[in-house]
């Protein structure tokens, strides 16, 4: 480990032997270990790659299961137990807490934002409640049981705010919810980093970070859906942004190490020509994208995010694909959260890296298990993902 990094290390450790949650600390973070080690992150991605069907990933995941069933029947079993496994094993980190801090608290949740949504769109095309939906115990507030009452199960949450929507609207076919998205969305990350503000700058060292990149990606990737999906023209498409800043203190600590960031911007926000207020503007690459030509690689040149657009293929027209952006920037994140994860262990950003790995290996499982179902390998879907092994 290199010095700057060790000394980092050392002062939180020293503070955190101190803080009077000290051996709570210590236990989620041994916890977590425990289970990133047998998670399929990192080096472990590359036995993904080695499967051919739904039954060898259902032994390779969960050996301790012997599934006989169906491919059909099989495929929807696995992402269940996919689900809650992850759910289960992010909140017994949690629960290591007695108080949990309510920034993890607030990552965990979203999983409630994103299952709202899927209720919303179900109620609106009449179909009934989702099969999977998290459980996320003692931390939901979303009485999704009382589903399709929009008003019972949001009434008195956080989510009140959708009931000044004209909810007959809201369930009909052909409501556009790119507004309401939207505004669930900028809801989430503010409460999420209004939390994170209250953490110690020790605490939030490669949490804050990372969060700035995930929302500026986020932004992106929904500027290029919007785009090329629905066919919104520039000045649609910004009102749908997360046109969100973080505070220049907040982010002017010494960041050259962060490990793995290829993306660096630090100086050119703090000190360049954008720097010219005391924010730090998330919305600010995918306002840069908005005029951008979708079918001219070369137009994108210079542009921060370039390196995360699908390539040129020679004899073919290029057109920015959304799905191969969006796979890279989760790739980016998860990479990230993997260096980080045992940077400072025993503060916040451990955990918080913790989730984030979680989360994606999520995504991970479930698409392998698609793509096998639809008669692809597991190298093959890997490489659809977007994935090294």
Known sequence: MPAAEYSVSK??????RRSPDAGERAYAYAKACGIIGKSFVGKRIFLLGKLNTLAQMSRLVFPELQLELPERELLTELEKRILKRTTNQILSVLNSYSNPPEFLVRQLRAAEYADLKICLHHISNGKPAPEMLNDIGRFRTVRF???????AMISGTEFNFILNYDLSA???PDYDYTPLDTELDVRYYSLLLNSM????????????WILAEEISLRNCAWVLRLRTYYNKKPDETVKYLMDMKMFRSFLSGKYSDI?????????????????SDKDIHLALEAKQMLNFPLNSRSAWNGWRWESL????IPGEVWNADPRYFQNA????I???AWRCFTRLPLSMDSIFCFIQLKQFEEDILTGIAEGLRLGMDGKETLEFLGVSQ
């Open 334 to 336: 998860y990479h990230l």
């Open 309 to 312: 657009l699908n390539p040129e």
């Open 259 to 275: 490990p793995g960031d290829i993306h660096p911007r630090i100086a050119t926000l703090l000190f360049g020509k954008e720097a």
């Open 170 to 172: 809201v369930k009909k």
């Open 329 to 332: 920037a989760s790739r980016y």
């Open 11 to 16: 002062k939180q450790v020293s503070r955190s």
């Open 197 to 208: 503000s209250h953490l110690s700058a020790s605490d939030r060292h490669f949490a804050e």
């Open 145 to 151: 049981e009382l589903y399709p009452d929009i008003e």
